[in-house]
């Protein structure tokens, strides 16, 4: 983040409601927001912590506009967006704030940068070029548009140099785009399209393209801000004619007058750049011109004698598949690509590879392609069927994307080698199980990540699902389908995601997509089965559940496992049934959930004390510990300093918590029973409802039992003087059994 050097003051109402996070100095401050430089204590890892004030909070219209930017934040993930951390709210009343946790980034804004030095070099500019329209191309793939691309806004990292792209404080969908004053009122004037300027018109993504050109031209031109009313009628000669209109044309007034996409005006900047240097290197060739026509005379004589006419460059040839690389040659470069091979395989199949500047726009050829085909997206089989479109490989992180039709063609889009290849056989089944091996796009089943998904799945008789079908999950990196265990359910599918922000993407837009409302339960037979909510083991959360229906009656329930990054469908007719199923098995497997939960704790699960406090626990009881969350820990003993420790199911109780005192007085404290005589919980008969003491085998204490008012679980609570340990058992059904365990396997000894 850019540093203004300013000391953090000490801020205790930050502080005591973020404990989290160690400030350390304040970054910026503005009439919104105040950004710190903080030290994440969980992770040992500097971050930057901004904090919406609690005035603009209160107000609802801001509030609602928060949570949609935060969103918007969170859902985006690119190596030149600043990645969001966590997001949320802290505080009650008038007193209430937002913030947002993001990576730390040591450097300067760009506009610093440009002011310190006064301009840019061509080359420089090029690279800002390249790595913001590459951010903003990915936001605009999700349909988010910018509307505030301006120097501050984007971070030059000071160790790499490399440019990021943050504060999408004003970003929106496109679908949801139209300007308002009060909305453009918060950009920076100087880098507003004339669109943004209205009331009257629906801005796009190539209002950013616009405001990418502004930014772009300062670099080069270093003008100070009051010059900028001026730009558009302002030239640059020194960088050549070409330069110049490559950037009077992403600043056109008509958005139907500028590059398509921000990629686009970063390739044919970089294009006008690489001219503008030929041009300077043979004007300086002239001054020595009877040298330069001797070394272009040796020259031409090496290539002639190196590179036969016809062979295409070794780069560009290192960008087509393996397999293809044997006979290749130079074609005619269709429009929009920088260069063309002609490759042929084994079996005389030829493959026309077309070699684009950027990934953004090889995609747009590769999407001119599919509109030509009139095929939909993300449907069919282009492994085993013959007409479809749909990303590559079937199981992995996507490389592309591909597009069969009319049996016999088939075009396929490569993003890291930004190509779009075309090929046409007689043979289409022949023609679909070579081009499978060119690309590695069907790997045998399973693939470890697969393997892993079958480790846990709760049912049997696994297979890939369709490449169209793991298509409709973003970020996923396999899928599996399978016959559910149990009953209840029709058939259950689970997918693998590459990270935790991933996971809960997909699932998040599953939710938009539902209109789901939150904290509906899939159960709840008095409504529509819509919801969704979080759902947890032993007071830990593990993700988020949705529960939907579909029009011909199938009900789905979808689930999120953050802990194993995995992702769980599925579906049924049944209700009661489904919920039923949901409820046994998708916790399955229980003890490697726990392992990941325990794993990924900070810190790691069991400390020291948590150790000790389990050698008391006996061993039938000490099942699928995890630590207690800290809302677990409010619920039971308030904000008693305790060692907690969590476990179950136990034969007695679905989950039961230890909490370990300092003395016998603190954990009286927190226990807060004053009930007389002995505790009517000793016996099965009776109401199962009441308090009092207990001596039982050496032990002493309080206990207090009853059940839950609306429900038949029961609970268990009691305290050990000798040990200053107090237990909190719940979720359970009979009272002989839980009154058995209680006095045979529950502890602590």
């Given at each position: ?13 930050i ?7 160690r ?25 930057a ?9 209160r ?16 859902a ?9 951390y ?23 804004n ?29 936001a ?5 548009v ?13 160790a ?25 009122a918060?950009?920076?004037a ?22 990418l ?16 009313r ?23 007034v ?5 590059q398509?996409?921000c ?28 040298v ?35 006979d ?14 002609s ?29 030509a085909?009139g ?34 063609s ?24 070579a ?45 599996i ?33 539902a209109k ?5 339960g ?7 089965f ?33 802990p ?44 020291k ?41 136990t ?7 230890y ?23 000793l016996h ?25 008012q ?9 305290t ?30």
């Amino acid at each position: 983040m850019d540093e203004t050097e300013q000391e953090s003051p000490d801020r205790p109402d930050i502080t005591r409601l973020l404990p989290r996070y160690r400030l350390r100095r304040q970054l910026s401050a503005t009439y919104m927001s105040e950004v710190f430089l903080a030290e994440d204590t969980w992770y040992k890892r500097d971050v930057a912590l901004k904090v919406i004030k609690p005035e603009l909070m209160r107000q609802p219209r801001f509030l609602s506009r928060f949570r949609r930017e935060t969103g918007i934040a969170a859902a985006l993930h690119h190596p030149n967006i600043v990645p969001v951390y966590d997001i949320g709210t802290a505080g009650e009343g008038d007193d209430a704030f937002g913030y947002l946790v993001m990576r730390y980034i040591e450097g300067a804004n760009l506009g610093r940068v440009v002011g310190d030095r006064g301009r840019l070099s061509l080359a420089e500019t090029v690279a800002v070029a390249r790595e913001v329209a590459a951010a903003l191309d990915a936001a605009h793939a999700q349909g988010i548009v910018h509307r505030d691309v301006k120097p501050a806004n984007i971070l030059v990292e000071a160790a790499t140099g490399r440019h990021y792209l943050c504060d999408f404080g004003i970003a929106k969908r496109a679908s949801e785009l139209t300007v308002t004053s009060t909305g453009a009122a918060m950009g920076s004037a100087f880098y507003w399209s004339p669109e943004q300027q209205t009331d009257s018109r629906s801005v796009d993504l190539r209002t950013d393209v616009y405001s990418l050109g502004c930014v772009l031209y300062d670099c080069l031109a270093g003008l100070a801000p009051a010059a900028l009313r001026t730009r558009r009628s302002s030239r640059l000669p020194a960088h050549g004619r070409a330069v110049d209109a490559v950037l009077q044309q992403a600043m056109s007034v008509s958005p139907d007058d500028r590059q398509s996409s921000c990629g686009e005006l970063a390739g044919e900047l970089a294009a006008a750049a690489t001219r503008a240097v030929r041009r300077r290197w043979a004007y300086r060739g002239g001054a020595v011109a009877g040298v330069a026509l001797g070394l272009a005379a040796v020259l031409a004589l090496v290539l002639l004698v190196v590179v036969p006419a016809g062979r295409p460059a070794q780069a560009d040839l290192g960008r087509v598949p393996a397999a293809l690389r044997g006979d290749c040659r130079t074609a005619d470069a269709p429009a929009g690509a920088s260069a063309a091979l002609s490759c042929r395989d084994a079996s005389g199949r030829t493959v026309v590879v077309s070699l684009f500047a950027d990934a953004a726009a090889a995609d747009r050829a590769y999407r001119r392609a599919v509109a030509a085909a009139g095929v939909g997206t993300a449907r069919g089989d282009c492994i085993d069927g013959s007409r479809g479109e749909h990303r590559y490989p079937a199981s992995g992180p996507a490389r592309g994307r591909v597009l069969c039709y009319g049996h016999t063609s088939l075009v396929w889009v490569d993003d890291r080698a930004r190509t779009v290849s075309r090929v046409t056989a007689s043979e289409g089944g022949a023609l679909r199980t070579a081009w499978a091996g060119w690309t590695g796009a069907d790997p045998s089943f399973p693939t470890a990540a697969e393997r892993s998904l079958v480790g846990v799945a709760a049912g049997t008789r696994c297979e890939r699902v369709t490449p169209a079908e793991l298509d409709t999950h973003a970020g996923a990196t396999a899928g599996i389908t399978c016959t559910p265990r149990g009953s209840g359910a029709a058939s259950v599918t689970y997918y693998a995601f590459a990270s935790r922000a991933a996971l809960r993407t997909d699932l998040t837009g599953r939710v938009k997509a539902a209109k789901a409302d939150t904290g509906t339960g899939c159960a709840h037979h008095s409504t529509a089965f819509l919801g969704t909510g979080r759902h947890d083991w032993l007071g830990v959360d593990l993700g988020q559940v949705l529960c939907r229906s579909s029009s011909d009656g199938t009900l789905r329930m979808d689930w999120s496992m953050e802990p194993l990054l995995v992702a769980g469908s599925v579906s049924g007719t049944d209700r009661a049934a489904l919920t039923g199923w949901w409820a046994q098995w998708h916790l399955a497997p229980l003890s490697r959930i726990v392992h990941e939960v325990d794993a990924h704790a900070s810190p790691p699960f069991p400390t020291k004390a948590e150790r000790a406090l389990l050698g008391h626990i006996p061993a039938v009881s000490r099942l699928n510990c995890v630590r207690p969350s800290p809302g677990q820990v409010w619920h039971d003993v308030g904000a008693a300093d305790v060692t907690g420790v969590a476990c179950g199911p136990t034969s007695g109780a679905g989950m039961v918590v230890y909490y370990r005192f300092h003395d016998a007085a603190a954990m009286r404290a927190a226990y807060n029973d004053t009930g007389g005589g002995t505790s009517p919980c000793l016996h099965a008969s009776g109401a199962f409802s009441g308090s009092g003491t207990y001596a039982q085998g050496g032990r002493s204490g309080r206990v207090r039992c009853g059940t839950i008012q609306g429900t038949h679980e029961r609970y268990l609570e009691w305290t050990d003087d000798r040990l200053a340990v107090a237990a909190y058992a719940s979720r359970g059904r009979d009272p002989v059994a839980m009154l058995d365990w209680w006095m045979h396997d529950a502890g602590p000894r």
